[in-house]
């Protein structure tokens, strides 16, 4: 779809919720979105097709009876009050994998805060390749490209800037006690809930771009797991004992990843390490990382300030990375 | 060319170079070649295209009677004496950039020691995107994939560790006094003959690939440059007073490369910091470097067990990362 149908597709369903349960007459349509009666009757055929429930009856016009919950840019963009991230959006009912498109996006030039978001995913990934299931219309898959001017060295710091950001939106949101596991997990009550990919480009010792994936089990129903992974992962449906509309967690998550990251960039690692530590699962706990230099165990106390994980043994203080462990 | 044509061509090649100045019958060529002679000529013909003069004479057969300098895998495999570098090649006579090229192939999956090289690049770039000029059958334009298992924070040394191969490999070939000037580039007489560009993609910490990219001005001629280059530039042949065959230059590099390369990952950067610090143009000198914390000048003194470049003022040292400094 073009640009300039997209933008005709968001007023006319802004003016469709502006008036609820009354009519809007296609004259009043025609006027507003600025093109023809016949145009707008296509576009309402079109926003059908997706599932719209729009009533139209003769000399009153239209109304909206029942909205799908999509997570196309018309939906997303009239509730989004960021200044950057989201502001460009690219969206498909299904793609195999959005990270790869954004990292097409981004080499293309994308600017900073482009996010690339789908309905499915018919091979989401997680770290280290593994897979991450991504059913249709029940979760948030999404990639943001970031474009932050640091080294390489502290690339990692951004899983972790990303964990807590989205650890604050989806708490504020469903009120739900959100957790995060380190390095990239979010867990409630020890069952995944959301998978963090931090993948980048880098040039000699700086930082390109990013691509900053987020897989969130949103209304996904227990059955959709496969048996193997029954009991190792979650959603907020039914943690929370309802559904929820992704659009309003997916606005909530990039306002305060926006804010999150821009404090990131201006005031370094150091605010991010404090609230990952007020969020941390694991902290108190004994765990196993298997090291370069053979397996370490110790009690997790902590992040040192360039966000290597801190296990104790005893009087010893071991600084772990992320590639050291095996979860 | 498909691999069939391309193994028929490295063989018939080599087979012609084995005769020498002498005639080899295309009956000869046919059965140790294994195609029909019908098949060898068509071959003949593709290689008289590409400038090799073939002499054929009735009843006596062919003989090599001049053979263009081309970078071509043809060339390069029969003098290629690695493990697994350049043993993956893809040739163009004229490319835009080698980079892009790499990194697409790297993602499909190339093996490490995989080599794009071109006779050409019309848009060869260095460090920060800045232009690399590239001219036809003068240098070598090539980018090499690296999978090295090593975290984030490692990279910058890559850079490094390649400055140290190629130098080694030039002055072996060429005698000629060849200097690092950190981060990137190789000088003679203070002059740029070679840049190295590293470029990664990384997941998390950890970095899933390496391109490394060597632009090296071999037989460019002095009104080659643009005007404002003059001076800055130079070449092997300039300096050397002599051209150079570029296929004896690429198989020194890519075996010394792979040594340096296996012995930084098995040994760690210690044994490639004081090789360093033997070639580099700069230590003693007086070096200014832009870091996000103001301008710093000092005396270049030494490589940090991490690679960052040492700065001393009075009793102070300062590292110096490669994004800092503006050269």
Same mark, same amino acid.
């Given at each position: ?7 005709? !597709? ?20 025609? %006027? /507003?979105?600025?093109?023809? !009666? ?9 926003? !059908? ?65 482009? &996010?690339?978001?789908?309905?499915? %995913? ?7 390749? !593994? ?12 990639? &943001? ?33 959100? /957790? ?27 930082? %390109? ?27 907020? #449906? ?69 966000? #290597?994980?801190?296990? /104790? %043994? ?14």
């Amino acid at each position: 779809m073009d640009a300039l149908a997209n933008r005709i !597709r968001e007023s006319l369903l802004a003016l469709l919720l502006e008036h609820g349960d009354s009519y809007v007459s296609g004259e009043e349509i025609s %006027q /507003r979105v600025n093109c023809s !009666r016949t145009a707008i009757w296509k576009h309402i055929e079109e926003l !059908r097709k997706e599932g719209y429930q729009i009533e139209a009856r003769p000399r009153s016009g239209y109304r909206l009876v029942y909205r799908p919950d999509r997570v196309a840019p018309e939906e997303i963009k009239p509730e989004l009050h960021t200044r950057r991230f989201g502001k460009e959006i690219r969206y498909w009912r299904q793609v195999a994998s959005t990270q790869p498109l954004a990292h097409e996006w981004a080499r293309e030039g994308a600017a900073e805060g482009s &996010l690339v978001i789908t309905e499915e %995913q018919t091979q989401g990934r997680g770290r280290l390749g !593994r897979i991450w299931h991504s059913p249709p219309y029940s979760g948030i898959w999404m990639s &943001l490209v970031l474009r932050p001017a640091i080294p390489l060295t502290q690339a990692p710091q951004l899983t972790l800037m990303a964990s807590v950001a989205v650890t604050r939106a989806l708490r504020r949101v469903t009120g739900l006690d959100i /957790r995060i596991k380190w390095p990239n997990d979010l867990l409630i009550d020890g069952k995944k809930i959301c998978g963090i990919l931090t993948e980048l480009r880098g040039e000699q010792d700086q930082v %390109q771009y990013v691509v900053l994936g987020m897989g969130i089990n949103v209304n996904v129903t227990p059955d959709f797991w496969p048996e193997e992974l029954k009991g190792k992962g979650t959603s907020l #449906a039914i943690a929370g004992g309802r559904t929820y509309r992704r659009v309003e967690l997916i606005t909530a998550i990039l306002k305060e990843l926006e804010g999150i990251y821009e404090g990131f960039l201006t005031h370094g690692f150091e605010p991010i390490r404090i609230l990952w530590e007020e969020y941390a699962a694991m902290l108190g706990t004994t765990i196993r990382a298997h090291t370069p230099h053979g397996e370490v165990t110790g009690e997790a106390i902590g992040l040192d300030p360039t966000g #290597a994980l801190i296990l /104790r %043994q005893g009087d010893t203080k071991i600084p772990i990375f992320s590639s050291d462990i095996d979860v």
